[in-house]
């Protein structure tokens, strides 16, 4: 069966674009989770999905980072005006409902902002 | 509020040794607990979880991690260590259904032959 999947898998901006980052989760999980990864860190939470509902947006470090997910399938993360502190690598996971099952992570985004 | 330490940045072990990753954690109520794997590149990788029972839990490669309630600890070991089991490894605490998994700030193992 197929994993997380996220593209792009690379994608260079210059500071002030907008962009858009994919993932697709696994089928039938209904959490989604979005996190940030500095070289060499642990990821940092950003924001979860249960299904189409964004139950927790707490982490997305300023308004113009957006997430969504329309259809409680894909997810896209929008960062709007990007700037050079926005580079790092952005995780999407999903996991089945309840708390004791794990997160499946995609392979990540690398942005880095020029 | 929820959080991880790791207080190793690094840990060198020789090949067939054992090695122990360390991990402490703070969580109101009973935690759940999980520790992922990391190679370059590449996004975090499940090893293993704690939910309830058994405080020696197994997960995949031959790792285990041992639970322990009164020191908050959830060490990660391997009788004998690989030197593919190279890689960055981190710890994970979730306090309940409807929060988010906070991860520690990992730990970098490397087995040497």
């Known amino acids: 069966g197929a994993g997380v999947s996220q593209s792009p898998r690379y994608k260079v901006a210059k500071r002030g674009q907008d962009v858009a980052l994919r993932c697709d989760p696994i089928?039938?999980?209904?959490?989604l989770f979005w996190y940030q990864q500095a070289l060499g860190q642990g990821p940092e939470f950003l924001t979860y999905?249960?299904?189409?509902?964004?139950?927790?947006k707490s982490g997305l470090p300023s308004d113009r980072f957006f997430a969504e997910r329309p259809e409680g399938s894909v997810s896209t993360l929008k960062i709007q005006r990007t700037q050079q502190e926005d580079s790092a690598v952005y995780l999407c996971?999903?996991?089945?409902?309840?708390?004791?099952?794990?997160?499946?992570f995609g392979n990540g985004t690398r942005l880095t902002v020029t | 509020a929820q959080s991880v330490a790791q207080p190793e940045d690094q840990v060198n072990v020789a090949e067939g040794n054992p090695l122990t990753v360390k991990c402490t954690y703070s969580?109101?109520?009973?935690?759940?607990l999980f520790w992922y794997v990391q190679y370059p590149n590449r996004g975090l990788q499940f090893l293993l979880k704690?939910?309830?029972?058994?405080?020696l839990v197994k997960g995949s490669y031959g790792f285990e991690a041992e639970f322990n309630k009164s020191q908050t600890s959830f060490h990660l070991k391997k009788p004998s260590a690989l030197v593919s089991d190279s890689a960055l490894y981190f710890c994970?605490?979730?306090?309940?259904?409807?929060?988010?998994?906070?991860f520690g700030p990992g730990t970098r193992l490397s087995v040497l032959p």
């Open positions: 704690y939910i309830t029972g058994d405080n």
């Open positions: 089928s039938g999980h209904v959490s």
């Open positions: 969580v109101s109520g009973n935690p759940y």
């Open positions: 996971a999903s996991s089945l409902g309840g708390t004791g099952n794990p997160l499946h």
């Open positions: 999905f249960q299904n189409e509902a964004q139950l927790d």
């Open positions: 994970a605490v979730r306090a309940a259904y409807g929060q988010n998994f906070v």
